[in-house]
């Protein structure tokens, strides 16, 4: 199993990749009500995106939900995924930002391997026996050096038997992860993974 900085989740021996909340063309979202936000947000997750899939290659390509922000970018979305399925097979889980897609793009409700369960995360968790593996929440944590400066990372969570995968989008600024109890957090920093110890936690 490997986490990579660039938001990606990999299991090596059942082949798949496994990514969440792209909210892809969130940028032409708020082009529509007038905001004059910058073009980079899809280049960026489409240039990521397959740069996971070359460097892996995976033979499954899960989406953990929330492919798109809105219906902007329908058609955005579906060259992404067809550029993705050129390389595996891609699973596109609906999430909560998905529905209104229904039709235009095939989602499916959840996906499962021998020992996983992917779904969205916007429904109450199934105790399925598998290890699920969810998006939604777009977790993240900060670390701060006590003398006023702090930072904030995209998060991978870990708790027993449920994982929290980090936002894929760059839009995303994530929402800091208020119980840490005895889940395994890691921060997802541009150049590496780091363990987040129990002392350092900062919501």
């Excluded at 009500?33 to 070359?54: D, K």
């Excluded at 998006?135 to 400066?149: N, V, Y």
Aim: charged fraction near 20%.
């Amino acid at each position: 199993m490997l986490l990579d900085a660039r938001l990606g989740l990999f299991h090596e021996q059942e082949g798949w990749l496994a990514i969440a909340d792209l909210h892809f063309g969130f940028e032409l979202s708020q082009r529509l009500a007038g905001q004059l936000v910058p073009f980079w947000g899809m280049e960026s997750s489409s240039a990521r995106l397959l740069g996971l899939i070359t460097d892996y290659e995976p033979r499954i390509l899960v989406i953990l939900g929330d492919l798109v922000h809105d219906d902007a970018a329908i058609e955005p979305a579906k060259k992404l995924l067809s550029d993705a399925r050129k390389y595996c097979e891609t699973i596109t889980i609906a999430g909560n930002h998905d529905r209104k897609l229904q039709g235009a793009i095939d989602f499916v409700e959840s996906f499962r391997t021998e020992a996983f369960e992917f779904y969205h995360g916007d429904s109450p968790r199934k105790n399925s026996g598998r290890i699920e593996i969810i998006g939604h929440f777009h977790p993240a944590a900060t670390l701060r050096d006590g003398a006023g400066l702090h930072l904030k990372f995209p998060a991978f969570v870990q708790e027993s038997t449920c994982w929290v995968m980090p936002a894929f989008s760059p839009w995303a600024a994530g929402t800091s992860w208020v119980e840490p109890g005895q889940n395994r957090i890691w921060l997802c920093t541009p150049e590496r993974i780091l363990p987040l110890e129990p002392g350092e936690f900062a919501a």
